[in-house]
């Protein structure tokens, strides 16, 4: 069941009141001047990028072949690309956008903007206004370790542990052309 759309409309809401307010710290800047995004196509493997995005990807820390991976997502600027789960790793884990995980799970309104306060600035007033995906992760009880690489974008990242798991994440940004590609690998 997905999250109530009453609730998006609340934040919605908060966002519209803040997205002229100047933020507490650094210089105020212009978002108008940012072009809003275009939706990227998907890929059908990490091989099928161009050499430029593959260079990028690898110097990330990501393993175009995918080996000893329990899965991928890949988001180019603010478009889901690749996702990829490995059979095995099947309900031990999801690996989805956010706004798939949002659409999917109604208990995510107890986690979703709620550790910074969306009406903070205009900033992330921005980020819930024209929101673009970013990456959810969700380790179910399992035995074994579970290697992942993800490629994300945005700021609304979301991990759900069962309570008795614990993984391990590291990450990585680089950019590629006027590409920006995020590498995280669990």
Not at 40 to 63: D, P
Not at 83 to 112: C, H, P, V
Request: charged share 30%; aromatic share 10%.
């Amino acid at each position: 069941m997905p999250v109530r759309k009453t609730y998006f409309s609340d934040i919605r809401e908060k966002a519209e009141k803040a997205k002229e307010k100047k933020a507490a710290f650094g210089p105020d800047i212009d978002l108008s001047r940012y072009a809003q995004h275009v939706e990227r196509g998907k890929i059908e493997s990490l091989e099928s990028l161009s050499m430029q995005a593959k260079e990028a990807a690898i110097l990330t820390g990501i393993s175009l072949e995918e080996k000893e991976r329990a899965g991928s997502y890949m988001q180019v600027d603010q478009s889901v690309v690749y996702e990829s789960l490995n059979k095995a790793y099947e309900g031990q884990l999801e690996i989805m956008s956010t706004t798939d995980a949002l659409n999917r799970y109604d208990w995510l309104e107890d986690y979703f903007w709620k550790s910074v306060p969306v009406d903070q600035d205009k900033f992330t007033a921005q980020a819930a206004l024209n929101m673009t995906h970013g990456y959810f992760i969700r380790v179910f009880p399992i035995k074994n370790a579970i290697p992942c690489s993800v490629m994300p974008v945005g700021c609304r990242k979301l991990y759900q542990s069962e309570r008795t798991q614990y993984y391990h994440r590291r990450g990585g940004c680089r950019t590629s052309g006027n590409n920006r590609l995020h590498a995280f690998e669990k």
